[in-house]
């Protein structure tokens, strides 16, 4: 549970930096210094003895002055704890309500909107902040109203708040949407809750802060509320006509890296497992972002779609139909800003290669009620320049056929119905274009293809060997006798030279998911390109190491899963190495540096 806290916290933190939320920080920050001019104005020291016309004197004279002290200004409190409670609680059970009450799936955008507009009149208007302040009426302070005020704030921005999405968010909403809200998904949710609230809240009182100290704007404070006022109703109408989405994508992702390190890390998914079955688990061979194509089993079937478009007659498209095509089915969402700056790349390579064989599913998997609505999904399409066919996932039934976890997310599928790669979030799309074409190779060695689209195309044969698992779903580069899980079997190495990041076995293996076991005879090759290569090993016995042939060491093995070095060369070099492996040892990853 601890373990769950953390992530959601992370999770949270890294998303309240994310460009996605940009469009609602300047609100955040002016709503955090409005509302403290008029108050301060009355409260200061020695205003009633200004009010009473020339008796200031006559007063100090009676009397020392006591300072009144000017009521605290909380609306950053209440901003922020508005916008944490309405996001949180509406992404969990939003779409429960509004589906049980009937109600258009977008009703809540359209709440949000409003509530955003009236506020902003309101801090124009003052006969509508009054009307804005009655539900609070009953509660005698008046300070007590305004911060009301700004709570009812803070819950609509959360009903506009669409954060860059990753699988912590993913994992909330897709069980809001499905209504299957447990102990661990309710705890995931308020500790994210917790970890967006508290970058809000720093920049809420930051405004606060300035507002405070800078005497023009107690000076000005009708003009700073104005100001404000027109921000939002600025910011609603940018919203409603979705011109913030132009300046979000023309902005780097510069939080992606982060997010992935932490959400999709061993521990994260381990925690987030939960959404997913045993289905379809031969995906888990393939690798986000992997520098090589691989088998990962038989592409799912686009199954519990609600509608098409973009087809003809909007009539559903059967993947087995493009058996001999190349295929690139890629999860996005319409408002998703990681999705939308996706498209151009998507578009490039629809116009270069599909008289070449490819073809581009998309899958539409909301992550937001509003999503779901076909007339928004359609036009946000057309804003985009989206005109591959398109299926609507609202109910994530492909999502999960797929075992995905993020928005956007392509799988790219051979011209035999089988998943060979695919890549998670935004970035490496010369690595993604350059399987694309090997693929249309594969499907047609006689196929005549354009220039790239991306000039930037990387070199798979890179300068270190990547990071190597001895799992049965999760190897890289292997080569020679079929893998059989979880049974002992004989291998033979493959006759000729090992390719560079290619591995191997001989003798008897049994290839586990945790870790590949030594039998009688076992002996394992790998071609490396690094200055020293490294194997985590378990177990009692000895290890013998050969680098081109000639034997360099012997390694003696003991207790569990450890770290060995096997070569540490001054300069990288490409060389073959062969470990002679002892019966019951226990190989787990190769590492290289």
């Given at each position: 549970?601890?373990?769950?806290?953390?992530?959601?916290?992370?999770?949270?933190?890294?998303?309240?930096?994310?460009?996605?939320?940009?469009?609602?920080?300047?609100?955040?920050?002016?709503?955090?210094?409005?509302?403290?001019?008029?108050?301060?104005?009355?409260?200061?020291?020695?205003?009633?003895?200004?009010?009473?016309?020339?008796?200031?004197?006559?007063?100090?004279?009676?009397?020392?002055?006591?300072?009144?002290?000017?009521?605290?200004?909380?609306?950053?409190?209440?901003?922020?704890?508005?916008?944490?409670?309405?996001?949180?609680?509406?992404?969990?059970?939003?779409?429960?309500?509004?589906?049980?009450?009937?109600?258009?799936?977008?009703?809540?955008?359209?709440?949000?909107?409003?509530?955003?507009?009236?506020?902003?009149?309101?801090?124009?208007?003052?006969?509508?902040?009054?009307?804005?302040?009655?539900?609070?009426?009953?509660?005698?302070?008046?300070?007590?109203?305004?911060?009301?005020?700004?709570?009812?704030?803070?819950?609509?921005?959360?009903?506009?708040?669409?954060?860059?999405?990753?699988?912590?968010?993913?994992?909330?909403?897709?069980?809001?949407?499905?209504?299957?809200?447990?102990?661990?998904?309710?705890?995931?949710?308020?500790?994210?809750?917790?970890?967006?609230?508290?970058?809000?809240?720093?920049?809420?009182?930051?405004?606060?802060?300035?507002?405070?100290?800078?005497?023009?704007?107690?000076?000005?404070?009708?003009?700073?509320?104005?100001?404000?006022?027109?921000?939002?109703?600025?910011?609603?109408?940018?919203?409603?006509?979705?011109?913030?989405?132009?300046?979000?994508?023309?902005?780097?992702?510069?939080?992606?890296?982060?997010?992935?390190?932490?959400?999709?890390?061993?521990?994260?998914?381990?925690?987030?497992?939960?959404?997913?079955?045993?289905?379809?688990?031969?995906?888990?061979?393939?690798?986000?972002?992997?520098?090589?194509?691989?088998?990962?089993g038989k592409a799912p079937a686009l199954e519990g779609i609600d509608s098409w478009f973009n087809t003809p007659g909007d009539r559903p498209v059967d993947l087995k139909s493009l058996r001999g095509k190349v295929t690139l089915v890629d999860f996005w969402t319409y408002s998703c800003i990681n999705c939308q700056r996706a498209v151009p790349h998507l578009r490039d390579w629809e116009r270069a290669y599909k008289d070449a064989g490819l073809r581009i599913i998309g899958?539409?998997?909301?992550?937001?009620?509003?999503?779901?609505?076909?007339?928004?999904?359609?036009?946000?399409?057309?804003?985009?320049?989206?005109?591959?066919?398109?299926?609507?996932?609202?109910?994530?039934?492909?999502?999960?056929?797929?075992?995905?976890?993020?928005?956007?997310?392509?799988?790219?599928?051979?011209?035999?119905g089988t998943v060979r790669y695919f890549k998670f979030g935004e970035g490496q799309y010369d690595r993604t274009e350059k399987m694309i074409r090997e693929l249309l190779r594969q499907a047609n060695p006689a196929v005549v293809l354009p220039d790239p689209t991306d000039r930037a195309m990387d070199d798979l044969a890179a300068d270190r060997t990547p990071e190597t698992y001895l799992?049965?779903?999760?190897?890289?580069?292997?080569?020679?006798?079929?893998?059989?899980?979880?049974?002992?079997?004989?291998?033979?190495?493959?006759?000729?030279?090992?390719?560079?990041?290619?591995?191997?076995?001989?003798?008897?293996?049994?290839?586990?998911?945790?870790?590949?076991?030594?039998?009688?005879?076992?002996?394992?090759?790998?071609?490396?390109?690094?200055?020293?290569?490294?194997?985590?090993?378990?177990?009692?016995?000895?290890?013998?190491?050969?680098?081109?042939?000639?034997?360099?060491?012997?390694?003696?093995?003991?207790?569990?899963?450890?770290?060995?070095?096997?070569?540490?060369?001054?300069?990288?070099?490409?060389?073959?190495?062969?470990?002679?492996?002892?019966?019951?040892?226990?190989?787990?990853?190769?590492?290289?540096?």
């Amino acid at each position: 549970m601890i373990t769950l806290v953390l992530i959601g916290v992370l999770g949270g933190l890294i998303t309240a930096v994310s460009p996605c939320i940009l469009p609602v920080l300047p609100v955040v920050f002016l709503a955090g210094g409005t509302g403290q001019g008029d108050d301060d104005a009355t409260s200061a020291p020695g205003a009633k003895g200004a009010e009473a016309g020339g008796g200031g004197k006559v007063a100090t004279a009676l009397a020392p002055a006591a300072p009144v002290r000017a009521p605290r200004n909380r609306r950053p409190y209440a901003v922020v704890a508005g916008l944490v409670v309405s996001f949180a609680f509406f992404t969990l059970l939003g779409v429960t309500i509004i589906s049980a009450l009937g109600l258009p799936q977008d009703i809540l955008r359209y709440v949000g909107l409003a509530l955003l507009l009236l506020i902003g009149l309101g801090l124009i208007l003052p006969p509508v902040e009054r009307l804005l302040e009655k539900p609070f009426a009953r509660i005698p302070q008046r300070q007590v109203n305004k911060e009301g005020s700004a709570f009812a704030l803070g819950l609509g921005l959360g009903l506009l708040y669409v954060p860059c999405a990753g699988p912590v968010l993913a994992a909330i909403t897709i069980a809001g949407a499905r209504g299957e809200i447990s102990t661990d998904i309710v705890v995931l949710t308020l500790s994210f809750a917790v970890g967006t609230a508290v970058p809000l809240l720093v920049f809420a009182l930051a405004g606060r802060r300035v507002a405070a100290r800078i005497t023009a704007f107690r000076r000005r404070a009708r003009g700073l509320r104005i100001a404000a006022g027109s921000l939002m109703i600025v910011l609603a109408l940018g919203l409603a006509f979705d011109v913030t989405a132009a300046i979000q994508r023309a902005l780097p992702d510069y939080t992606s890296g982060v997010q992935k390190k932490i959400e999709d890390s061993d521990a994260a998914r381990q925690q987030l497992s939960g959404l997913y079955d045993d289905s379809n688990k031969e995906l888990s061979r393939c690798e986000d972002g992997a520098d090589e194509l691989r088998s990962c089993g038989k592409a799912p079937a686009l199954e519990g779609i609600d509608s098409w478009f973009n087809t003809p007659g909007d009539r559903p498209v059967d993947l087995k139909s493009l058996r001999g095509k190349v295929t690139l089915v890629d999860f996005w969402t319409y408002s998703c800003i990681n999705c939308q700056r996706a498209v151009p790349h998507l578009r490039d390579w629809e116009r270069a290669y599909k008289d070449a064989g490819l073809r581009i599913i998309g899958v539409h998997s909301p992550e937001f009620a509003f999503e779901k609505k076909r007339s928004n999904v359609v036009s946000g399409a057309e804003k985009l320049g989206v005109t591959w066919p398109v299926a609507l996932d609202n109910d994530l039934t492909a999502w999960d056929n797929y075992r995905n976890r993020f928005w956007p997310a392509k799988y790219l599928i051979d011209a035999e119905g089988t998943v060979r790669y695919f890549k998670f979030g935004e970035g490496q799309y010369d690595r993604t274009e350059k399987m694309i074409r090997e693929l249309l190779r594969q499907a047609n060695p006689a196929v005549v293809l354009p220039d790239p689209t991306d000039r930037a195309m990387d070199d798979l044969a890179a300068d270190r060997t990547p990071e190597t698992y001895l799992s049965n779903l999760r190897i890289r580069g292997y080569t020679g006798t079929p893998l059989v899980d979880d049974k002992p079997t004989a291998y033979r190495f493959p006759k000729g030279t090992l390719p560079l990041n290619k591995l191997s076995l001989d003798g008897t293996w049994t290839a586990g998911y945790e870790n590949f076991t030594a039998g009688r005879d076992a002996r394992l090759a790998i071609t490396y390109r690094a200055k020293n290569a490294n194997v985590v090993l378990a177990g009692t016995g000895k290890v013998t190491v050969l680098v081109n042939g000639e034997a360099t060491k012997t390694i003696t093995v003991t207790g569990s899963p450890t770290l060995y070095r096997l070569t540490d060369d001054r300069d990288a070099r490409t060389a073959r190495l062969e470990l002679r492996v002892d019966e019951g040892l226990q190989a787990y990853v190769f590492t290289f540096g």
